[in-house]
C-alpha cells in the first residue's frame, strides 16, 4: 500500500477501490456469474446472491482502502468509494444493451451474450445499496472486534446456510423433522426471515462466547496433567468417528452418494499428498493410477470384459480382484517412475501430464476397443459386496449376535451409498494412518530431504532412486484403490471420466488443503468436490471458481488452508528474511 | 540398460515404416500432403513454443496459461473478422481486413499476457517453484471459463477469405492456399524474431536477464521491464498464432487454446527449452511428426483407426526425448542449478 498521504492522495484511493468494485460487478455480470446466482435467494424476498456477491465485494474493498486510516475508521472514504461503485454500475445500467457509438448502433449482446434483461434487471436492483455497503465498511471499526467478529461469522453462516437451504431441508425431512417445523425455517431454496435470524444468533453468539472465553477454557486445558490432556484428545478423536460413521444414517441416500464423492478424492488426495507434498514431485498424470485402477477392476469383475468366463458372470469379485489391482497399479507407478526418476520439478510435471494423456488416449482408441472398450467404456461392472456377509448370518445362528449385529445394520445394510461409503471410509482410515505413519519415518523424513534439495539429499546417503520409486508406488496405490472403488460405484466406466481436469482437481484440493498436511487433504476434498457437488446449479462456474481459488490461494495463502507444520514454519522464518512480504500474515486478513 | 531401451524403441521405429513402405498404402503424393500440413501446424506449435521458451528462458516457470493467451486472441480476432465481413470491408480489402484481424488479436494476447503477469506472477517471483506453476494452471481455467461465460461457449465460425480459397502450384505440388500463407508468415515471424533477440538492444538485455537477473539488474538493465517485454513478444506471437489457427481450422472454441498450448510446449522442450531457434524446430518437427506418425509408424504395426494416437504420438515423443536427451534436440539454454 502507499504510504499515507494528504487528504486528497487519499481520496483518490478510496475512488479507486469504488471504481475498482464497481468494474468487478460488472464484469461478474457479463461472465454471467450474477445471472446465473441470481435464480437463489439466500434469505426469501429480503436479499439473493447476486446482491450479497456484489456487496461483498464492496465491502471487502472500501475496507481495504480504509485499512491506512486510523484503524480503519473512515466513513467519508468508505462512502466514497461505495458511491464510486454504484455510479460505475450505474453507468453501465443507464448506458444500456444497445448504444450508439460514432454513428455506429452497438448492440452489446451480439459480443457479450450475457448482456440480457435479466443482468439489468439484477444491476438496477441493488444498485443503491453499494454505498452503503461501503458506508458500513467505514464505520464497521468503530465497533469493538468482540462484537464484530461474532456479528460477522453470523452473517457468513447465513449466508452458507441460505446457499444449501435446499440440502439442510432434504437433511431435515431425511431425520423426520416435522414439515411446519422445516416450513418455518426455511421455504423454497432459502431461509425465511425468522430461520435467518436464528441462525445468525445461534453462530453470533457461539462465536461470542468463544471471543470471551476461548482464551480461558485453552489455559485451563494447558494447565491439566499431560496424561490427562491425551485422554481428553483420545476421547474427542473417538467423539468424531463416531460422528462420521453415523453421518450416512443422517444424511441420507443423496448426501451419503456426495460423500462418497468426497471420500474418493480424498483417497486420491492422500496419495497425491505424498508424492507433491511430502517428496515435492509434482505430477500432473495422476489421474492414470486412478484410470488404471478402475479398469483393471471392471476388465476383471464385469461379464462384459473379454476375460469373463461366461456373459453373466465376471471372472472374479471385488474383493479377489482387490489385490490383483493394487499390485498392478503399484507395478505401473514403479514402471512410469523409472524413466522419470532424473527429471525435476517442471520437466517431471509434464511428463508425467502426458503420461497421463497418453493412458487416456489408449483407453479411449480402436485398437483397445476389444479390451478396454474404446470410447463406449466398460460396463455392468458389480457393486461391491459387503465382505463376509454369510459369514456374518453363520455367526447369527450360532448365537453371538450383538457385535454383528451392529455390522450389518451399519454395513451390510439395504442402502447402497450408505453401505458405500463405510468401505470408502476404510479405504480413508487405512490410507490416511498410513501417511500419518510414514510421514514421520525414515523413509518420510528421506521424501521431506529430496523436496527440500536433491542434490543435498543424496550427499546425506538417501538413495534417490528407491525413496523416488517408493513414493510413486504408494502413492499410485492409494489412486488405484480409488479407482477400483469407482468402477463399482457408477457401474460402467468411460475414458471421458479420466481427463487431466481430475488430475487437476485432485492438485487443487491437496493444495488448498495445505501441502503435505492430511487434515488438509480433508478439508480440501470438501471444499472442493463436496461444496461444487451440492451447488450443481451453479456447475458451468465451478473451474472458473476453482481458477480463482488457486490463484488467490498461492498469492495469499501458499500454505494452505490446515497448513503442514513444516509449511507453516518454512513460509514464516521466510517471512522474517523479508523474502516473501507479500505473505506476511497480519491482521488485516 | 538405457541402450536396450533405446534399441528397443529403434527397432519399432523402423519396423512400422517398412511394413507400411512395403504396402505401398499411400502414395507419394499422400505423404507429400501430410508433410505440407504437418509443416503448417508445426508452424504454429512453433509460434505459440516461443511465447513458453522465452517466458521460461527468463523467470524459469511454465507459464502454463500461455495456451489460453492464444485462445483470447483467436477469439477477439473471431469479433474482429466477423465486423469487417458483415460491413463487407473483408471482401474489398482481404489483405488490410486480415491484418486489422491480426493486430487485434494480438493486441488482446499482449494484454492478456501482461495482466496474467503483472498481476498473478509477478507478486510470486521468489516464490518456490512449484507456486507459480499452480497459479498458471488457476489462471488457465479462469481465463476459459471466464471467455465461455463471456462469449458462450460453443463454436464459433470465422468467415472466409475468398482469397484464401484454393491452392497454388508450387515446384508441381498443390498447397492449399490458407497453408502456405501460415507457414510463410511463421517462418518470416520466427526469422525476426529471432533477429531482434540477436540483434536490438532489448534482445540483449533479454538475454541476460535470462542468464543472470541479479547481474543483469547490476548492470543497469530494468529487470522488471524486460520481463513485461518478454510477455508481450510472447502474446503478441500467440495472438498471431490465434489468427492463422483460425485461417485453417476455421472455428473458435473457449478450450481451444489447451491442446496447443500443451503440444506447444511439448515443442519447445523438444527443441530445448529456453532456446529460441530450438522451439522454431521443435514446433516444425512436431507438427510433421505428428502428421506422418500415424500412417508411418501405427499403421505398420496392425494398428487400427491410427489417427486417433496422433496426440499420443506427441506425449511420446515428448517422454522419449526427455529421457534419452533430456535438453532437447538443439540443447537448452537453463541450467537447473541457476534456476
Not at chain 2, 126 to 140: C, F, K, N, Y
Amino acid at each position: 500500500m502507499t504510504p499515507r498521504g494528504g487528504g486528497w492522495a487519499r481520496l483518490a484511493g478510496h475512488a479507486r477501490a469504488g471504481a475498482i468494485a464497481g468494474g468487478l460487478i460488472v464484469f461478474l455480470g457479463l461472465v454471467g456469474v450474477l445471472e446465473t446466482f441470481g435464480k437463489r435467494s439466500i434469505v426469501e424476498d429480503v436479499v439473493g446472491l447476486p446482491e450479497v456477491l456484489g456487496l461483498t465485494i464492496v465491502f471487502a474493498l472500501a475496507r481495504r482502502a480504509c485499512s491506512p486510516a486510523a484503524a480503519g475508521r473512515d466513513v467519508v472514504g468508505g462512502a466514497l468509494a461505495g458511491l464510486v461503485a454504484a455510479v460505475v454500475v450505474g453507468g453501465f445500467v443507464a448506458v444500456g444493451p444497445t448504444f450508439a457509438l460514432g454513428g455506429v448502433e452497438i448492440r452489446l449482446r451480439d459480443m457479450f451474450i450475457r448482456a440480457s434483461p435479466q443482468l439489468y434487471a439484477i444491476l438496477d436492483a441493488f444498485l443503491w445499496h453499494l454505498p452503503l455497503a461501503g458506508l458500513l465498511a467505514g464505520a464497521v471499526a468503530f465497533v469493538p472486534p468482540a462484537l464484530r467478529r461474532p456479528a460477522g461469522a453470523g452473517l457468513a453462516a447465513v449466508v452458507l446456510v441460505g446457499l444449501l437451504s435446499d440440502h439442510v431441508k432434504l437433511v431435515l425431512d431425511h431425520n423426520a423433522v416435522p414439515a411446519a417445523w422445516t416450513r418455518r425455517l426455511i421455504s423454497g431454496k432459502a431461509l425465511t426471515p425468522g430461520g435467518a435470524t436464528l441462525v445468525w444468533l445461534v453462530v453470533a453468539l457461539a462465536r461470542g462466547a468463544w471471543v470471551a472465553r476461548g482464551g480461558a477454557v485453552r489455559a485451563a486445558l494447558a494447565a491439566r496433567p499431560p496424561a490427562e490432556r491425551a485422554w481428553l484428545g483420545r476421547a474427542a478423536v473417538a467423539l468424531c468417528a463416531l460422528g462420521v460413521i453415523a453421518l450416512p444414517r443422517v444424511l441420507g441416500a443423496y448426501h451419503s452418494e456426495v460423500l462418497n464423492q468426497v471420500g474418493l478424492f480424498v483417497l486420491m488426495g492422500l496419495g497425491l499428498n505424498i508424492v507433491v507434498g511430502f517428496a515435492g514431485m509434482l505430477d500432473l498424470g495422476y489421474v492414470a493410477f486412478f484410470a488404471l485402477g478402475a479398469y483393471t477392476m471392471a476388465v476383471l469383475t464385469s461379464p462384459e470384459s473379454f476375460l469373463a468366463p461366461s456373459p453373466d458372470a465376471g471372472l472374479m469379485g471385488f474383493w479377489a480382484a482387490l489385490p490383483i489391482c493394487l499390485v498392478v497399479v503399484v507395478l505401473a507407478g514403479i514402471v512410469l517412475g523409472v524413466p522419470v526418476l532424473r527429471l525435476r520439478g517442471d520437466y517431471l510435471a509434464i511428463v508425467t501430464l502426458g503420461f497421463g494423456e497418453i493412458i487416456r488416449l489408449l483407453a479411449m482408441s480402436d485398437w483397445l476397443k476389444p479390451f478396454l472398450g474404446g470410447a463406449q467404456g466398460l460396463k455392468s461392472i458389480p457393486p461391491i459386496k459387503a465382505p463376509m456377509v454369510g459369514l456374518g448370518e453363520t455367526c447369527a445362528r450360532l448365537g453371538v449376535d450383538l457385535p454383528l449385529c451392529i455390522y450389518r445394520v451399519a454395513i451390510a445394510g439395504p442402502d447402497k451409498p450408505q453401505k458405500l461409503f463405510y468401505i470408502i471410509l476404510g479405504g480413508c482410515a487405512i490410507a490416511a494412518f498410513v501417511a500419518v505413519r510414514l510421514k514421520g519415518s525414515r523413509l518420510g523424513r528421506a521424501w521431506m530431504a529430496l523436496r527440500e534439495d536433491e542434490d543435498v539429499a543424496q550427499a546425506m546417503g538417501i538413495d534417490l532412486v528407491r525413496t523416488k520409486l517408493m513414493a510413486f508406488a504408494i502413492g499410485a496405490a492409494f489412486s488405484g484403490l480409488s479407482g477400483t472403488i469407482f468402477g463399482p460405484k457408477l457401474v460402467s466406466i468411460f475414458p471421458h471420466s479420466f481427463g487431466l481436469l481430475i488430475s487437476i482437481n485432485i492438485l487443487a484440493l491437496v493444495i488448498v488443503g495445505g501441502m503435505g498436511s492430511i487434515a488438509g487433504v480433508i478439508v480440501g476434498a470438501l471444499a472442493l468436490v463436496g461444496l461444487p457437488e451440492l451447488l450443481r446449479e451453479f456447475a458451468e462456474y465451478r473451474l472458473w471458481v476453482y481458477g480463482i481459488v488457486l490463484v488467490g490461494m498461492m498469492l495469499y495463502r501458499p500454505e494452505g488452508l490446515v497448513p503442514s507444520t513444516v509449511a507453516r514454519r518454512e513460509l514464516h522464518a521466510d517471512d522474517a528474511e523479508g523474502v516473501r512480504p507479500a505473505a506476511e500474515p497480519g491482521p488485516a486478513r | 540398460m538405457t541402450v536396450t531401451a533405446a534399441l528397443a524403441v529403434l527397432a519399432v521405429l523402423v519396423y512400422g515404416p517398412f511394413r507400411i513402405l512395403q504396402a505401398g498404402k499411400y502414395s507419394s503424393e499422400n505423404w507429400l500432403d501430410f508433410i505440407v500440413f504437418g509443416l503448417a501446424q508445426g508452424s504454429l506449435y512453433a509460434l505459440i513454443a516461443l511465447g513458453y521458451t522465452l517466458v521460461y528462458g527468463i523467470l524459469r516457470m511454465i507459464n502454463f496459461a500461455h495456451g489460453e493467451v492464444f485462445m483470447c486472441g483467436a477469439f477477439t480476432g473471431y469479433f474482429a473478422a466477423a465486423a469487417l465481413d458483415g460491413s463487407g470491408f473483408m471482401d474489398r480489402h482481404p489483405l488490410v481486413g486480415l491484418l486489422a484481424v491480426t493486430v487485434v488479436a494480438a493486441s488482446t494476447s499482449i494484454g492478456v499476457a501482461v495482466l496474467l503477469e503483472r498481476i498473478a506472477y509477478r507478486p510470486l517471483r521468489r516464490a518456490p517453484r512449484l507456486v507459480p506453476l499452480i497459479t498458471a494452471i488457476g489462471a488457465s481455467l479462469f481465463l476459459q471459463y471466464t471467455v465461455s461465460g463471456l462469449y458462450g461457449s460453443g463454436l464459433e465460425t470465422y468467415p472466409d477469405v475468398d482469397v484464401l480459397k484454393g491452392d497454388w502450384q508450387i515446384l508441381g505440388i498443390g498447397i492449399l492456399k490458407t497453408q502456405a500463407v501460415v507457414i510463410a508468415a511463421a517462418v518470416l515471424i520466427m526469422l525476426s524474431l529471432y533477429a531482434f533477440v540477436q540483434h536490438t538492444r532489448t534482445g540483449r538485455a533479454m538475454r541476460a536477464v535470462s542468464e543472470d537477473k541479479d547481474t543483469a539488474a547490476l548492470m543497469g538493465i530494468d529487470v522488471d521491464g524486460i520481463i513485461v517485454r518478454t510477455f508481450v513478444l510472447g502474446g503478441a506471437l500467440a495472438g498471431v498464432a490465434g489468427v492463422l489457427h483460425a485461417l485453417i481450422y476455421k472455428q473458435v472454441v473457449f478450450n481451444m487454446g489447451f491442446q496447443p498450448g500443451l503440444k506447444a510446449f511439448t515443442a519447445a522442450v523438444l527443441g530445448g527449452i529456453g532456446n529460441v531457434p530450438g522451439a522454431m524446430l521443435g514446433g516444425l518437427f512436431l507438427g510433421v511428426v505428428e502428421s506422418i506418425g500415424p500412417g508411418l509408424f501405427l499403421e505398420g504395426l496392425g494398428i487400427p483407426a491410427a489417427y486417433q494416437l496422433k496426440d499420443a504420438i506427441a506425449f511420446t515423443l515428448l517422454v522419449l526425448v526427455l529421457i534419452f536427451r533430456p535438453t532437447g534436440i538443439l540443447g537448452e539454454r537453463v541450467s537447473e542449478k541457476r534456476a
